[in-house]
T-cell receptor, first 117, second 113 residues
Framework: GAVVSQHPSRVICKSGTSVKIECRSL??????MFWYRQFPKQSLMLMAT?????????EQGVEKDKFLINHASLTLSTLTVTSAHPEDSSFYIC?????????????FGPGTRLTVT | GESVGLHLPTLSVQEGDNSIINCAYS??????FIWYKQESGKGPQFIID?????DKRQGQRVTVLLNKTVKHLSLQIAATQPGDSAVYFC????????????FGKGTSLLVTP
């Protein structure tokens, strides 16, 4: 089956530093990747949609200069949280799909737990 | 579905009983619906999906019902097992405006022996 990995699985960083999270599709080409954020006991909230080779489309309220998304290849997207603050502490999850496939054929990574101290 | 909330509703069932988890969705243009299971500290896991032109779909031990009139979705789990304990989310897609998932609030299912 389709596998999506994320790295790191957990990261702790100091306030003001930047953190990069990688999302990889291991056995398929991901034309589109999505980044979600999930706070404790809440649902997943879409942050941005990333198409390979294009600029990401951000959801309302998500600062594109703070959450930098790069989707440079068909198997890798990165999310960089710049100048992280404690309120950015969250569970970040990516998903990936291939164009032309059924809507439900979207595969999630295991998530990255970010803690900003 | 409405995806803002500070607390997850909780459903507690006894092992072997059937579980019914409900979800209200918001976008009448959504044409695809999916149920996910999420265990603590993990990403969502696909359970079952249904297109908007259907009102029922069955899988192994699970059934999804869709009522477009009232924009309601339900997940039925037969003979619930301890391993079913998790948070369950419904998600909707409007494939005409991209394939991003709009997640519902989620329900925490606790299966007791």
């Amino acid at each position: 089956g389709a596998v999506v990995s994320q790295h790191p699985s957990r990261v702790i960083c100091k306030s003001g530093t930047s953190v990069k999270i990688e999302c990889r599709s291991l056995d398929f080409q991901a034309t589109t990747m999505f980044w979600y954020r999930q706070f404790p006991k809440q649902s997943l909230m879409l942050m941005a949609t990333s198409n390979e080779g294009s600029k990401a489309t951000y959801e309302q309220g998500v600062e594109k200069d703070k959450f930098l998304i790069n989707h440079a290849s068909l198997t890798l997207s990165t999310l960089t949280v710049t100048s992280a603050h404690p309120e950015d502490s969250s569970f970040y999850i990516c998903s990936a799909r291939t164009s032309g496939r059924a809507a439900g054929e979207q595969y999630f990574g295991p998530g990255t737990r970010l803690t900003v101290t | 579905g409405e995806s803002v909330g500070l607390h997850l509703p909780t459903l507690s069932v006894q092992e072997g009983d059937n579980s019914i988890i409900n979800c209200a969705y918001s976008n009448s243009a959504s044409d695809y619906f999916i149920w996910y299971k999420q265990e603590s500290g993990k990403g969502p896991q696909f359970i079952i999906d249904i297109r908007s032109n259907m009102d029922k779909r069955q899988g192994q031990r699970v059934t999804v019902l869709l009522n477009k009139t009232v924009k309601h979705l339900s997940l039925q789990i037969a003979a619930t097992q301890p391993g079913d304990s998790a948070v369950y989310f419904c998600a909707e897609i409007n494939s005409n405006s991209g394939y991003a998932l709009n997640f519902g609030k989620g329900t925490s299912l606790l299966v007791t022996p």
